[in-house]
């Protein structure tokens, strides 16, 4: 149980184009899910927190109007890297906290790898 | 707020041997804990987790970490591993009254030798 499924895994785009990521949650309600991005040999930077039915909560620094989250349902979120660019390459992985879970738990997904060209 | 201290950012081990991978945290506050691990270019997989009750936490895939208060540790430990062990691994706090993001450290990089 608990699976995340993180779509599509690997996207490779042209700079100033937009690249939307899907993170679900398959077998259980997720009112919480967690958008954060890792660099190369580093730990995970939470972007931003996303709540069914609200606005994400963004973490200092990060540019809301660059990377849009859309948490539409209790099992699906959203990133839209909006005119990317080569900076914006990264490894981007979802994680979302299961409705009836105690202790913060999050479950991941598999993360999906942007490379911006 | 809290932090996490990751010191060994790589421990190579062979195999068969033990190993422990070392966490301190700190927080004002009373925390839960967590240890993934990450594999190659995938996501986390929660490896155990410390809410309350017994500090030994035993997890999966012969692991288990002991939560120490006075020490501020939740060391992760296998008494024997596997080639297959070879990955990242992030320790994770937590503040424990109610819903706050969770805290990563910069993680260990676990070299199990032939």
């Known amino acids: 149980g608990a699976v995340v499924s993180q779509h599509p895994s690997w996207v490779i785009c042209k700079s100033g184009t937009s690249v939307k990521i899907e993170c679900r949650s398959l077998?259980?309600?997720?009112?919480?899910m967690f958008w954060y991005r890792q660099f190369p040999k580093q730990s995970l930077m939470l972007m931003a927190t996303?709540?069914?039915?609200?606005?994400?909560?963004?973490e200092q620094g990060v540019e809301k109007d660059k990377f849009l989250i859309n948490h539409a349902s209790l099992t699906l979120s959203t990133l839209t890297v909006t005119s990317a660019h080569p900076e914006d390459s990264s490894f981007y992985i979802c994680?979302?906290?299961?409705?009836?879970?105690?202790?913060?738990?999050?479950?991941f997904g598999a993360g999906t790898r942007l490379s911006v060209l | 707020a809290q932090s996490v201290t990751q010191l060994d950012s790589q421990v190579p081990v062979f195999e068969e041997a033990p190993v422990e991978l070392r966490c301190n945290y700190s927080?004002?506050?009373?925390?839960?804990l967590f240890w993934y691990v990450q594999y190659p270019n995938q996501g986390l997989q929660l490896l155990l987790k410390?809410?309350?009750?017994?500090?030994l936490v035993k997890g999966i895939n012969g692991f288990e970490a002991e939560f120490n208060k006075s020490q501020t540790s939740f060391h992760l430990r296998k008494p024997s591993v596997h080639i297959s062990d070879t990955a990242e691994y992030f320790c994770?706090?937590?503040?424990?009254?109610?819903?706050?993001?969770?805290?990563f450290g910069t993680g260990t990089k676990l070299q199990v030798i032939p």
């Open positions: 996303s709540n069914e039915g609200s606005k994400a909560t963004y």
């Open positions: 994770a706090v937590t503040d424990s009254g109610g819903y706050q993001k969770v805290t």
């Open positions: 410390y809410l309350s009750g017994s500090t």
């Open positions: 927080s004002s506050v009373s925390v839960y």
């Open positions: 077998d259980f309600q997720a009112t919480t």
């Open positions: 994680s979302a906290s299961p409705v009836e879970a105690s202790g913060n738990i999050q479950y």
